[in-house]
């Protein structure tokens, strides 16, 4: 089974609107930290927001946030006025805690390609 | 204070042939991961070094290898290189080995296998 989904290939929005990218996620660790990058045509991937496993509130970084929902294993973003600059792939990745080993590795969903329209 | 940097950016190898990329992290930041990003794979972890010693491996021949200096800058080498070695490779730095370290991704060193 998949580590993490992320079910939408592609997404359209218009500029100064807000998206939400899905993200749905896989563990029986009770120990995980879920991320999002944001990777550019250029290649780099930069980090955008976190969330703990054992956080009760949703992560926010600007105009970032992220909808953890536990119960149901998701970590949706939240881009709140798009601006042409976020056109990029956007990927969640999660960290698992120690299940037997040293986990540290992050996976990767296989992304989101987010186009903002003028 | 300086990103996680990647040399070389571009590389053009062909198949038979070994390749080093390098990978100096952010200042201060001793762990150091590689991921392979292909269009077909996604992004795959390869292996994780801290303290001069590889802790985590990824899914991956031993073809590949990696090690890890004392100023924790740290190199890897792809030897006797296949066509499907083609890749993005891209090295990510955190401050400590933990859960919820955030990993900060470098520019990433393009290799072609032809």
């Known amino acids: 089974a998949q580590k993490i989904t992320q079910t939408q290939p592609g997404m359209f929005v218009q500029e100064k609107e807000a998206v939400t990218l899905d993200c749905t996620y896989d563990t029986s660790d009770q120990s995980y930290g879920l991320f999002w990058y944001k990777q550019p045509s250029s290649g780099e991937m930069i980090f955008l927001i976190y969330q703990g496993s054992y956080d009760e509130q949703n992560a926010t970084e600007g105009r970032y946030s992220l909808n953890f929902q536990k119960a149901r294993k998701s970590a949706n973003l939240v881009i709140s006025a798009s601006q042409l600059g976020d056109s990029a792939m956007y990927f969640c990745?999660?960290?698992?805690?120690?299940?037997?080993?040293?986990?540290?590795?992050?996976?990767f969903g296989k992304g989101t390609l987010l186009t903002v329209n003028p | 204070k300086a990103g996680v940097t990647q040399t070389p950016r571009y590389l053009i190898k062909t198949r038979g042939q070994q390749v080093t990329l390098s990978c100096s992290p952010i200042s201060g930041h001793r762990s150091v991961s590689w991921y392979q990003q292909t269009p077909g794979q996604g992004l795959q972890f390869l292996f994780e070094?801290?303290?001069?010693?590889?802790?985590n491996k990824g899914n991956f021949p031993g073809r590949f290898s990696g090690r890890q200096f004392s100023n924790s800058r740290s190199e890897m080498n792809v030897s006797t290189l296949e066509l499907g070695d083609s890749a993005l490779y891209l090295c990510?730095?955190?401050?400590?080995?933990?859960?919820?370290?955030?990993?900060?991704f470098g520019p990433g060193t393009r290799l072609t296998v032809l």
């Open positions: 990745a999660m960290r698992e805690g120690e299940s037997g080993g040293s986990n540290y590795k992050l996976t």
């Open positions: 070094y801290f303290s001069e010693t590889q802790r």
């Open positions: 990510a730095s955190s401050l400590d080995r933990g859960l919820y370290n955030e990993q900060f």
